[in-house]
């Protein structure tokens, strides 16, 4: 896989290409990463990038040219390259998004600054707008340090020994379990005995039914769109019944935990 990235801050890129994963998928050839800069390609004796919006109105806008010639630029040498502009606007991020991503050879990313790029820009040099989540930011600059992670992360050989086991884990749409480390107990609390007991295949019934029930307390809109397995149903439906034999335990009891007319149902 190979990045191009284009920004007028460069230098924002350094530290993450020489940091962690994106290093090591360096080092090891896994990735090719590049950054040009968008200034570099303006004319002018102050090589001006932005300018004011036709219309009126507050902000700059990026110039078409200097981003014309720039993604011109990075697709000489790759002319089946994909052009990604990081956008607000874009489709939102997902694990499906990034797996789709990594089946491409070649990704510009275009990071927009100010109020956004010139209109003829998104319609003639962009294959795909991305965003990476309903918030606005100064710039595309962290967009694409997001995607070019979550892409880099799925490309086979780029995190060590624990490669497939790691990229399964979301590749079903499931939260991950709750996870523990030393010390057994940690201000006064326990780690689950079943992590403790040795027990290979407990320890992955465990593990696979904590993913799902977090998933549903905490993301069950991540539920409502994925095909349940037949087992995962059946965990669910034993929780319901644990729950309901719990409810149904209180209100026999006469609790004022639930409110009057919710008592005895
Ligand atoms: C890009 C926000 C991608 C969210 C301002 C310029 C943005 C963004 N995802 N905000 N680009």
């Known amino acids: 896989m190979r990045f191009t990235v284009l920004t007028i801050f460069p230098d924002l890129f350094q530290a993450f290409w020489e940091h962690g994963i994106i290093r090591r998928a360096i080092l090891n050839n896994r990735i090719v990463a590049e950054v040009l800069n968008i200034r570099d390609f303006a004319e002018g004796r102050h090589r001006v990038t932005d300018d004011t919006p036709y219309g009126g109105g507050p902000g700059m806008v990026m110039k078409p040219e200097p981003l014309a ?33 990594a ?25 795909f707008e991305i965003s990476i989540g309903d918030y606005v930011l100064t710039g595309g600059e962290l967009a694409a340090m997001v995607v070019m992670e979550a892409v880099t992360r ?6 060590g020994g624990e490669d497939s086991a790691e990229k399964d884990s979301f590749s079903n749409d499931l939260l991950e379990h709750a ?15 079943v992590l403790v007991s040795g027990h290979h295949e407990a320890i992955e019934k465990w593990r696979q039914e904590m993913s799902l029930i977090r998933t549903f307390l905490k993301r069950r809109d991540l539920l409502e769109d994925r095909t349940l397995s037949k087992k995962e149903v059946d965990i669910l439906k034993k929780w319901c019944l644990d729950i ?19 008592q005895g149902r």
């Open 69 to 101: 010639a720039a993604i011109r630029g990075a697709k000489t040498d790759r002319p089946e390259a994909k052009t990604i502009l990081l956008t607000p606007q874009g489709r939102v991020l997902d694990q499906g998004l990034a797996r789709d991503l």
């Open 103 to 127: 089946g491409f050879s070649d990704l510009i990313l275009v990071c927009g600054r100010y109020e956004g790029v010139d209109e003829r820009i998104c319609d003639n040099f962009i294959d």
């Open 154 to 159: 799925l490309i086979p050989g780029t995190l």
């Open 179 to 193: 996870h523990y480390t030393k010390p057994r107990e940690f201000e006064g609390e326990g780690v689950p005995e």
């Open 244 to 262: 309901e034999k719990i409810i149904r335990g209180q209100s026999i009891r006469g609790t004022d935990a639930l409110s009057g007319d919710e």
